[in-house]
């Protein structure tokens, strides 16, 4: 099992582009998460699935969006690319709520 | 008050030493706990859930106190490959959202 899988690892965007970050798991989980960790600081909450078809917003989703067509895919979205979305984004997925989540690499996004 | 506080770091201690690291929560609901560890430049992997009773695995030892609404890890005989940040984790709800703390860095020193 590849586990969690995230594109692109890095990526340089200029204000006001867009771009999907994209998220695979093979481990038919139904539950799937985005997160951003900036400097020096904890996980933060953009948007989560519990299933296909179903999404939901989590702490910071402005800026954001996300579709879950398939259990193993769980693209995130960027409209208008702002500095403020400089971040490390993390996708995870979990069998179940209370189940340990799984983590991606990480994509490094910088905003200039 | 953020939703999960965590002792500011570092903490720089020399190998063999123990170390603890505290964890306060506001949401009384809270059901799940866990420990995270994430690497320089990584993503987090989960260390240990906590659990009401206390457990330990090797070296490790995480405790909860529902009444206080704090959650510790305690790391006995300190290895060089500790050096990482833990990170402290509540599930407020049955929602699988999990609420992460900024993070304690710890450096083990030779």
């Known amino acids: 099992n590849a586990g969690v899988t995230q594109t692109p690892k890095f990526r340089i965007l200029k204000i006001g582009q867009s771009m999907t970050l994209q998220c695979t798991q093979d481990?038919?989980?139904?539950?799937m998460y985005w997160y951003r960790q900036d400097p020096g600081m904890g996980l933060k909450l953009i948007y989560y699935s519990v299933g296909a078809g179903i999404t939901d917003k989590g702490e910071v989703p402005n800026g954001y969006n996300v579709s879950r067509s398939t259990t193993e895919d769980f693209p995130l979205r960027l409209e208008l690319a702002a500095p403020s979305q400089t971040s490390v984004y993390f996708c995870a997925s979990s069998w179940d709520t209370q189940e340990t989540q799984y983590f991606g690499p990480g994509t490094r996004l910088l905003v200039l | 008050r953020k939703e999960v506080e965590q002792d500011p770091g570092p903490f720089n201690v020399p190998e063999g030493a123990t170390v603890a690291f505290n964890c306060t929560y506001s949401?009384?609901?809270?059901?799940?706990f866990f420990w995270y560890r994430q690497d320089c430049r990584k993503e987090p992997k989960l260390l240990m859930s906590?659990?009401?009773s206390g457990n330990e695995d090797g070296r490790f030892t995480a405790q909860l106190n529902r009444a206080s609404q704090y959650i510790s890890l305690l790391i006995r005989d300190s290895k060089l490959s500790d050096s990482a940040t833990y990170l402290c984790v509540v599930t407020p709800s049955n929602t699988g959202k999990l609420i992460f703390g900024q993070g304690t860095t710890l450096q083990v020193k030779p």
């Open positions: 481990m038919n989980h139904n539950y």
């Open positions: 906590v659990y009401s």
């Open positions: 949401n009384s609901a809270s059901q799940s």
